[in-house]
């Protein structure tokens, strides 16, 4: 089993471009998660998916949009990136009791 | 109060040695807790999930206190590939987790 798979691993964008990051696993979860880790700060909750076909607002999901595109994978995008989302970005997926969360190996973003 | 604080440290130990590590946490209505380490410039792994009788795993000891609304991590015989960042987040309403900072521990031949 891979678990949780992220692409790309690294990415620079300048202000105002677009990019889809996206995220798969292969542990049969029915939830996911997509957290930003900034340096010095925990992990914060951008959006997750309760389930297949549902997504909710997390922590801080200002300028970005997810996609539940089957039960494996959940995909994040950046429609008009800022240096603000410069972070790493990790995925994760939920098993069951006593629900801890499997994270991918993260997305290294810089926005110039 | 932040929901999740921990000493973000660094504790800087000998091998060998035994640390501890405490966190506490604001939301009494969490109903899960865990334990991860975090590697520089990597994902957080699970480390191990804290249960309200305690529980060990070989050199790892966690223990959660509802009452005082703290978890604490015991490492004995503290080995060089312990060196990491270790965090406890607590189960979130949407079935997130909420993350503190982290504890950077340092082990020293």
């Known amino acids: 089993n891979a678990g949780v798979t992220q692409t790309p691993k690294f990415q620079v964008l300048k202000t105002g471009q677009s990019m889809t990051l996206q995220c798969a696993q292969d542990?049969?979860?029915?939830?996911m998660y997509w957290y930003r880790q900034d340096p010095g700060m925990g992990l914060r909750l951008i959006y997750y998916?309760?389930?297949?076909?549902?997504?909710d607002k997390g922590e801080v999901p200002n300028g970005y949009n997810v996609s539940r595109l089957n039960k494996r994978e959940f995909s994040l995008r950046l429609e008009s990136a800022a240096p603000s989302q410069t972070s790493v970005y990790f995925c994760?997926?939920?098993?069951?009791?006593?629900?801890?969360?499997?994270f991918g190996p993260g997305t290294r973003l810089t926005v110039t | 109060r932040k929901e999740v604080e921990q000493d973000p440290g660094p504790f800087n130990v000998p091998e060998g040695a035994t640390v501890a590590f405490n966190c506490t946490y604001s939301?009494?209505?969490?109903?899960?807790f865990f334990w991860y380490r975090q590697d520089c410039r990597k994902e957080p792994k699970l480390l191990m999930s804290?249960?309200?009788s305690g529980n060990e795993d070989g050199r790892f000891t966690a223990q959660l206190n509802r009452a005082s609304q703290y978890i604490s991590l015991l490492i004995r015989d503290s080995k060089l590939s312990d060196s990491a960042t270790y965090l406890c987040?607590?189960?979130?309403?949407?079935?997130?987790?909420?993350f503190g900072k982290g504890t950077k521990l340092s082990v020293k031949p």
């Open positions: 994760a997926s939920r098993g069951t009791a006593p629900y801890e969360q499997y």
């Open positions: 542990m049969n979860h029915n939830s």
């Open positions: 998916s309760a389930s297949e076909g549902t997504t």
């Open positions: 939301n009494s209505a969490s109903q899960s």
């Open positions: 804290v249960y309200s």
């Open positions: 987040p607590s189960g979130g309403s949407q079935g997130n987790l909420i």
